[in-house]
């Protein structure tokens, strides 16, 4: 369940979770709505196909976006390519939040891989 995941993190990170959900579940169009889905390990979020997962870590969320590293744009650097390394989430791009500062430009990623699933 959400709560069960929330239960992980601080205060800080459950208020920067719903946050970063609120923001996630307001892209979706006119097209379909986006499925929110909590799993064992990760909440994933859906439109058509997953788009990016979320796990919630006592000090930080750490996202996986499911779009190919070379077709994302990120000048900032945050993320990382993971797809040779064994992790959690069926995503390839890894990106850590810690704090507010960085949630509107995670949003702007997760919005490209978002428009990959429409």
Known sequence: TL?????KGSEKIQALFHSLRDDILALASEEGEIIETPNKLYISYRHGKNFCEVQIQS????LHLDIADELLHDPRGLTRD????????TGDVEVRIETD???SYV????????????
């Open 82 to 89: 993971v797809s040779g390394v064994g992790h959690w989430g």
């Open 101 to 103: 500062d960085d949630l």
């Open 107 to 118: 949003v702007e990623l997760i919005k490209q891989s978002y428009q990959q699933t429409m």
């Open 59 to 62: 000090r930080s969320l750490k």
């Open 3 to 7: 709560d069960y995941h929330l239960e």
